[in-house]
């Protein structure tokens, strides 16, 4: 038997071939390594059917597979090192999400024309899929682990990002890596009071809802990302419920390809396994204490901090004596844990004394420093945060670049809100540097509250800068707050006001099903210290009207649909009640116009004159911006925008201007009127005139130099210094050139010479 034959029966049955020669066995374990884990399926998912294939490309990666939605196609990779594992005591888990300029057709438009940084989008993107995998991953799994986001092609009709999530899922649940899945994911659009599972671009530009959703098996949600314009609460589960009912279809679909080509998950050590013994002294020494602390409702954050903090270091020495070889903090951290739980069940009560539905105190103050356009001091708690609006000119919108255009990301943005945390806000040191991922983040979740009520036509430009000066717990909610109120403080015509705030979820597990919720409570605005001990940190903006943005971040394998309806009607009362006492301090948006506010104000130029205003190269236009702080950006042909950062400054460029044009100022030509003007200089088409010393010189064409033909001006005998007559014919329309003729002269059995300031000339 040759080699051909071995390779077509590999191929088409794909059995052992025993041969003696080790090229043989060789040539098989290369075929079936191949062929082992490829498969292809399709899945409805709505109106398109959702392509998903695995084992073709990215064969060393541990899992990787490819998603398609109509020709646009994401491929995912996933490797994680059974190695080394974390000794931070969390899985060290890295999601990159990569736009490609090739993917969409384009070369990147920077000086390397190659992918450089990563994007505002990209980092949205990857926290999305971060936000949607990690909880399925078992705990005490804290081995490295990568997941890479490919984009291979993007047909700018549906979006990638969605597509990603659910690659990720396949990757993982096809692969060894230990993983509790798998999810699916879809994005529900409102277009029209219909809702659309995974709508196009176009589709999406009106829709009303911007929700991915991604869920496990049972029905259980494991992340929500949203915007929308004023939603109604009943519109949203409608909506939650609907995207739920497809994600079962991909999840069913995972399933049966994982069962049929799925590899054996892999044996490991689980890093968080802790010694019985161990916990049971740690509670013995540590859970009286801990227990009087939590229920001390007098201590505020960094009190409780560091009474835990004091009890932890006197628990460690002494469990030292008796298990030097034992790291004593996670037994310690697990006790902390359990302690604070279970009081959150016996008490009804919380750490610092509140009931589940009540609010922290709040205080608002807007106008502090006359300087700024519109600022406001939010003061929620023991977390603070002070926001300022700018406004600034049109020319200053956000504009993105070609690829994320194709991607999904708007053209231009008007409102734009920058969100930072320094680390003194919660008392910690560090360098200042760029936006990070959590910065990033929270930003772009308080911009997407807030961006419905901002009006579309708005003549400005506006930055909303956040920065929390206090931190204990959602601080991207009080931005939210504090960004409203600093917004009408402005004089921005607001829709509605808009608040936000956070919900948690504490939980107790079924003893008989791991991933089955006993029992639960639902805490409404939540400290810093229940976000990191409970099982979901649900945060909702919205007016009084209904919903603007949404996100949950979920620790547990999936919440029902049940509690997390439970969760949204919590949060419409405790955001009712934030709005009650933010009017308190400010109700509407400001009517009056402050001395410092900018004004804008649009003039007409006629065209003619244009090249004059604007001056060579833009001079004029610099000059008047460089001494007066005042930018001038054109709108049309003859439409200029002015935009002036005070009236004072306005009125000084509008003198500016005055006398500009008052200098350039021509004489009135008569239509049909004859001249006598000057060559001033020779060309191949013509030759250059000029009727007056304040009109720009200007070409007779040599077809309106005589009757007869003439090919060089030259064949007249004209020369440089010249005189001669011609007729104004009024302004080209579309240019506003000067039209003149010498030909109709010589048909016009008299004429009558006009001299501007000189005498005819032959």
Same mark, same amino acid.
């Given at each position: 038997?040759?080699?051909?034959?071995?390779?077509?029966?590999?191929?088409?049955?794909?059995?052992?071939?025993?041969?003696?020669?080790?090229?043989?066995?060789?040539?098989?374990?290369?075929?079936? %390594?191949?062929?082992?884990?490829?498969?292809?399926?399709?899945?409805?998912?709505?109106?398109?059917? @959702?392509?998903?294939?695995?084992?073709?490309?990215?064969?060393?990666?541990?899992?990787?597979?490819?998603?398609?939605?109509?020709?646009?196609?994401?491929?995912? *990779?996933?490797?994680?090192?059974?190695?080394?594992?974390?000794?931070?005591?969390?899985?060290?888990?890295?999601?990159?999400?990569?736009?490609?300029?090739?993917?969409?057709?384009?070369?990147?438009?920077?000086?390397?024309?190659?992918?450089?940084?990563?994007?505002?989008?990209?980092?949205?993107?990857?926290?999305?899929?971060?936000?949607?995998?990690?909880?399925?991953?078992?705990?005490?799994?804290?081995?490295?682990?990568?997941?890479?986001?490919?984009?291979?092609?993007? !047909?700018?009709?549906?979006?990638?990002?969605?597509?990603?999530?659910? *690659?990720? &899922?396949? *990757?993982? *649940?096809?692969?060894?890596?230990? %993983?509790?899945?798998?999810?699916?994911?879809?994005?529900? +659009?409102?277009?029209?009071?219909?809702?659309?599972?995974?709508?196009?671009?176009?589709?999406?530009?009106?829709?009303?809802?911007?929700?991915?959703?991604?869920?496990?098996?049972?029905?259980?949600?494991?992340?929500?990302?949203?915007?929308?314009?004023?939603?109604?609460?009943?519109?949203?589960?409608?909506?939650? =419920?609907?995207?739920?009912?497809?994600?079962?279809?991909?999840?069913?679909?995972?399933?049966?390809?994982?069962?049929?080509?799925?590899?054996? =998950?892999?044996?490991?050590?689980?890093?968080? $396994?802790? !010694?019985?013994?161990?916990?049971?002294?740690?509670?013995?020494?540590?859970?009286?204490?801990?227990?009087?602390?939590?229920c001390n409702y007098s201590h505020d954050k960094f009190s409780r901090d560091r009474a835990i903090a004091d009890i932890k270091q006197s628990v460690s020495e002494k469990l030292r004596e008796n298990y030097p070889m034992v790291d004593t903090s996670y037994a310690f951290d697990h006790i902390c844990k359990d302690v604070f739980r279970s009081l959150v069940f016996e008490t009804d009560m919380r750490c610092d004394g509140r009931k589940?539905?009540?609010?922290?105190?709040?205080?608002?103050?807007?106008?502090?420093?006359?300087?700024?356009?519109?600022?406001?001091?939010?003061?929620?708690?023991? /977390?603070?945060?002070?926001?300022?609006?700018?406004?600034? &000119?049109? !020319?200053?919108?956000? =504009?993105?670049?070609?690829?994320?255009?194709?991607?999904?990301?708007?053209?231009?943005? $008007?409102?734009?809100?920058?969100?930072?945390?320094?680390?003194?806000?919660?008392?910690? /040191?560090?360098?200042?540097?760029?936006?990070?991922?959590?910065?990033?983040?929270?930003?772009?979740?308080?911009?997407?509250?807030?961006?419905?009520?901002?009006?579309?036509?708005?003549?400005?430009?506006?930055?909303?800068?956040?920065?929390?000066?206090?931190?204990?717990?959602?601080?991207?909610?009080?931005?939210?707050?504090?960004?409203?109120?600093?917004? @009408?403080?402005?004089?921005?015509?607001?829709?509605?006001?808009?608040?936000?705030?956070?919900?948690?979820? @504490?939980?107790?597990?079924?003893?008989?099903?791991?991933?089955?919720?006993?029992?639960?409570?639902?805490?409404?605005?939540?400290?810093?210290?229940?976000?990191?001990?409970?099982?979901?940190?649900?945060? @909702?903006?919205?007016?009084r009207n209904g919903i603007t943005a949404l996100q949950a971040d979920i620790k547990l394998s999936g919440v029902p649909i049940g509690i997390m309806e439970e969760a949204i009607m919590a949060a419409r009362v405790g955001r009712i009640k934030i709005l009650d006492i933010m009017d308190g301090c400010l109700d509407k948006p400001r009517d009056e116009t402050r001395s410092n506010s900018p004004v804008t104000e649009k003039i007409v130029?006629?065209?003619?004159?244009?090249?004059?205003?604007?001056?060579?190269? +833009?001079?004029?236009?610099?000059?008047?911006?460089?001494?007066?702080?005042?930018?001038?950006?054109?709108?049309?042909?003859?439409?200029?925008?002015?935009?002036?950062?005070?009236?004072?400054?306005?009125?000084?460029?509008?003198?500016?201007?005055?006398?500009?044009?008052?200098?350039?100022?021509?004489?009135?030509?008569?239509?049909?009127?004859?001249?006598?003007?000057?060559?001033?200089?020779?060309?191949?088409?013509?030759?250059?005139?000029?009727?007056?010393?304040?009109?720009?010189?200007?070409?007779?064409?040599?077809?309106?130099?005589?009757?007869?033909?003439?090919?060089?001006?030259?064949?007249?005998?004209?020369?440089?210094?010249?005189?001669?007559?011609?007729?104004?014919?009024?302004?080209?329309?579309?240019?506003?050139?000067?039209?003149?003729?010498?030909?109709?002269?010589?048909?016009?059995?008299?004429?009558?010479?006009?001299?501007?300031?000189?005498?005819?000339?032959?």
């Amino acid at each position: 038997m040759n080699i051909p034959t071995i390779c077509r029966l590999v191929r088409s049955k794909r059995h052992v071939i025993c041969q003696n020669t080790s090229y043989s066995k060789h040539f098989y374990c290369q075929s079936a %390594w191949k062929t082992r884990h490829e498969a292809q399926v399709a899945v409805n998912t709505g109106n398109q059917e @959702m392509h998903i294939s695995c084992g073709k490309l990215a064969r060393m990666a541990d899992g990787g597979s490819i998603v398609q939605l109509g020709h646009t196609s994401v491929m995912v *990779a996933v490797v994680s090192k059974s190695t080394k594992s974390s000794a931070a005591g969390f899985l060290p888990l890295t999601v990159d999400y990569r736009q490609k300029a090739a993917a969409a057709g384009r070369i990147p438009t920077n000086y390397l024309r190659r992918e450089l940084g990563q994007s505002d989008r990209e980092i949205l993107s990857g926290r999305m899929i971060d936000r949607s995998i990690r909880p399925l991953f078992p705990k005490g799994y804290l081995y490295e682990t990568q997941v890479m986001c490919n984009q291979l092609a993007v !047909d700018g009709i549906n979006d990638p990002d969605v597509l990603a999530i659910n *690659a990720a &899922s396949v *990757a993982l *649940a096809m692969s060894d890596i230990p %993983w509790n899945g798998p999810i699916g994911a879809v994005r529900v +659009g409102l277009v029209d009071g219909e809702l659309l599972i995974n709508p196009t671009r176009k589709q999406l530009s009106k829709s009303r809802l911007n929700l991915v959703l991604a869920a496990s098996d049972d029905d259980n949600i494991v992340m929500l990302d949203s915007s929308a314009d004023i939603l109604d609460e009943s519109d949203f589960i409608a909506a939650l =419920k609907l995207g739920v009912k497809y994600t079962k279809n991909i999840i069913d679909t995972i399933k049966d390809l994982q069962t049929k080509n799925g590899k054996s =998950k892999r044996t490991y050590i689980k890093m968080a $396994n802790m !010694d019985e013994e161990v916990l049971k002294i740690t509670k013995s020494l540590a859970g009286l204490q801990i227990k009087e602390v939590f229920c001390n409702y007098s201590h505020d954050k960094f009190s409780r901090d560091r009474a835990i903090a004091d009890i932890k270091q006197s628990v460690s020495e002494k469990l030292r004596e008796n298990y030097p070889m034992v790291d004593t903090s996670y037994a310690f951290d697990h006790i902390c844990k359990d302690v604070f739980r279970s009081l959150v069940f016996e008490t009804d009560m919380r750490c610092d004394g509140r009931k589940f539905t009540d609010l922290r105190h709040i205080s608002c103050a807007v106008d502090l420093y006359k300087p700024l356009h519109g600022s406001a001091l939010f003061q929620r708690g023991q /977390t603070q945060v002070l926001s300022t609006t700018t406004f600034d &000119s049109v !020319d200053s919108a956000f =504009k993105s670049d070609t690829v994320s255009l194709v991607t999904g990301a708007s053209r231009e943005k $008007n409102f734009m809100l920058h969100y930072e945390f320094p680390p003194y806000a919660t008392n910690e /040191t560090g360098r200042l540097g760029g936006m990070g991922r959590r910065e990033l983040g929270h930003g772009a979740l308080a911009e997407k509250g807030l961006r419905p009520v901002v009006p579309d036509d708005f003549p400005f430009t506006i930055r909303l800068t956040c920065e929390v000066l206090e931190s204990n717990g959602s601080s991207s909610m009080a931005s939210v707050c504090g960004g409203s109120l600093a917004l @009408m403080d402005a004089g921005v015509p607001l829709k509605e006001a808009v608040a936000g705030i956070a919900i948690g979820l @504490m939980t107790k597990s079924d003893p008989d099903n791991e991933s089955g919720i006993q029992n639960y409570k639902i805490l409404t605005d939540i400290l810093g210290i229940e976000d990191y001990m409970g099982d979901m940190d649900f945060k @909702m903006a919205g007016t009084r009207n209904g919903i603007t943005a949404l996100q949950a971040d979920i620790k547990l394998s999936g919440v029902p649909i049940g509690i997390m309806e439970e969760a949204i009607m919590a949060a419409r009362v405790g955001r009712i009640k934030i709005l009650d006492i933010m009017d308190g301090c400010l109700d509407k948006p400001r009517d009056e116009t402050r001395s410092n506010s900018p004004v804008t104000e649009k003039i007409v130029i006629p065209i003619h004159k244009r090249a004059r205003f604007v001056g060579l190269g +833009g001079y004029n236009l610099k000059k008047l911006r460089s001494s007066t702080g005042v930018s001038v950006n054109s709108i049309d042909e003859t439409s200029f925008d002015i935009f002036a950062p005070n009236q004072e400054a306005l009125d000084e460029a509008k003198e500016i201007i005055d006398e500009l044009l008052a200098e350039e100022k021509e004489p009135i030509l008569e239509f049909g009127g004859i001249y006598s003007a000057k060559i001033v200089e020779m060309k191949d088409i013509g030759v250059m005139v000029q009727l007056h010393p304040k009109i720009q010189p200007v070409l007779v064409h040599n077809s309106q130099l005589d009757q007869k033909k003439v090919n060089h001006p030259s064949a007249l005998g004209f020369e440089v210094g010249q005189e001669i007559s011609v007729k104004y014919f009024g302004r080209d329309p579309a240019s506003g050139k000067i039209r003149l003729s010498r030909k109709v002269l010589f048909s016009s059995a008299s004429k009558t010479i006009k001299a501007l300031g000189k005498k005819p000339g032959s």
